[in-house]
């Protein structure tokens, strides 16, 4: 995102311009003025999160009432991959809107609504934007994230498992494999020796989470996990306890 002193700043209707001049060069109907105009005079008084919002509501307002053909355009924009770990919200936070537009409006269309959020997770992030998927079709979800664990792209291998933490933060609390959480553990464990630290990290967090709500299986899980030489696998098991309890820690020693 660029330099500024409030992020909430370039969500109005510089946001809505920028997104105009990208929609365009796809559907050249399409009514930048109103879009522009309706903006404008919606997100004066909003917080930044309800200017995502807000920016994705007028996109429905304004894009092909068809999703399918919304959803073309969307994905149409997007432009080249972020080749690297970092640069989704200073590079590429003008993608937010087309997350939650997705996230929002596509769930009865999931093969479809998850090849868009796995474009967009490799500019900005699909982390948000898979949830309700994950809610409504738990067993399709799975499968398409467990290709996702074993995908060359490193931005989807980390949505695998951003996308399925328990308690990500800035969202509602993920609980749909509380009561069996081993086809998540499944996805874990084809990530815990991946080479790129902002996988690593997600992973670990994701045991983190796990700890919090569900103690005892992940315990087992990181006692089975310590017993690798290998030195990713043994990194995140010590960033994920590093704040738990020194009881547990000293028996997985």
């Known amino acids: 995102m660029p330099q500024t002193n409030s992020i909430t700043a370039y969500f109005g209707s510089n946001l809505a311009e920028l997104l105009s001049d990208k929609i365009l060069t796809i559907n050249p109907s399409f009514d930048t003025t109103s879009y522009i105009l309706d903006i404008e005079n919606k997100v004066t008084d909003l917080t930044y999160t309800q200017r995502v919002i807000c920016h994705a509501e007028v996109l429905k307002k304004y894009l092909p009432q068809d999703y399918l053909a919304a959803l073309d355009i969307i994905t149409g924009i ?11 919200f200073k590079h590429y936070y003008w993608i937010l809107p087309l997350g939650k537009y997705v996230e929002l409006f596509g769930l009865d269309h999931f093969t479809p609504s998850v090849n868009a959020i796995a474009e967009i997770t490799k500019r900005n992030t699909g982390e948000y934007a898979i949830r309700p998927y994950i809610r409504r079709y738990p067993q399709a979800s799975i499968e398409r994230i467990t290709e996702w664990a074993q995908s060359e792209n ?3 291998r980390r949505l695998a498992s951003e996308g399925l933490r328990p308690k990500l933060p800035w969202t509602t609390k993920l609980d749909t494999f509380i009561d069996d959480p081993y086809p998540v553990f499944d996805i874990l464990s084809l990530l815990k020796e991946d080479p790129i630290k902002f996988v690593q990290k997600s992973v670990a967090n994701h045991i983190t989470d796990y700890l919090k709500v569900l103690p005892q299986p992940t315990e ?6 310590k017993t690798s ?4 696998t043994q990194w995140i098991c010590k960033h994920a306890t ?12």
């Open 78 to 88: 997007l432009g080249p991959e972020n080749p690297s770990e970092t640069g989704m």
């Open 154 to 156: 490193f931005h989807l």
């Open 220 to 225: 087992a899980l990181i006692a089975e996990w």
């Open 229 to 232: 030489s290998h030195p990713v």
């Open 242 to 253: 590093r704040k738990y309890s020194p009881e547990f820690a000293l028996r997985i020693t």
